[in-house]
């Protein structure tokens, strides 16, 4: 194995990415403080999306067994301002778990949510370098699946995600890099994104505080649990490995959220040096 390197994105300034761990270990453990406003199933090979006031939060769970969710996020008050999920893996990590945000894109940079509750954590890293909870891959689609195997399919998670927000007034334009919820993944030696069987059971979920108003969408990604190859040789309908997740939306009690404030988009004032002071031509 390859000998440990720092990472590139530390806080030399600031307190952005430093989470305040107190606040949300009382919000995983409110308990009596939540009240349940909103649950739902998405059933298997289709999408839904779902808003969340800030302030509130959400757990996407597994229902009945393992199976793995494509998710996706934008400001529910202004869909150019979604989940940057290329962002997130260096200022989180590629995998991520509690205490980790999910950041929005440019000129927003935001955490949008943060994880407070994994079910899943003590998973870790497996023996193959896997992680769970993903952000290298992206959401199956039709265009590459077409590619691939020279077949229309028309439930891959872009397909689900798509549908779900159409009646949000979105498009398939608006549909980006997801988190590849319960998704167990990494790098082999040959550097190449491998996925393996996820290892959820009956009742395990992921757990989001909303940091700002959102609108999520959740697609039940029709390689179900993954446990079978979805192309090459031995590719084969994983149909009988799909099975529903489920959406539970919290309220907390006001008094569980003393002292958080919705976080403001970044400070950087957009001039792109494009903005040259009066005062510098006269020089
Ligand atoms: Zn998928």
Sequence with gaps: MYKDYPAAYQVSKGAALQVDKAFYDRVRESGAGRTLIEQFEVPIRTGRAWKVPAGHVFR??????????????????????????????QLQGAHVSTYDRLWSNLPFLRPMVTITDDSLAGYGIDEHGGRLHDLLGTRCDPYVNKMLTG?????????????????????????????????CTGLNHDDMYFMKACPAKQGDYLEFFAEIDLLCALSTCPGGDLSLPMWGPDAQDPLTVCRPLGVEIYRLDEALLE???????????????????KAEWEK
């Design 60 to 89: 996407v769970t597994t229902p009945i067994g393992p199976q793995v969710g494509d998710f996706n996020v934008w400001n529910a008050n202004d869909p150019r301002e979604r989940m940057w999920a290329a962002r997130t893996r």
């Design 151 to 183: 077949e229309d399919f028309h439930h891959h998670c872009h397909s689900n995600l798509t549908r779900a927000v159409l009646p949000h007034g979105l498009t398939e334009f608006d549909v980006h890099d997801v988190l590849n919820i319960f998704q």
């Design 259 to 277: 002292g958080w404030r919705s976080p403001a988009r970044a400070a950087y004032n957009g001039n792109h040096g494009l903005l040259i002071p």
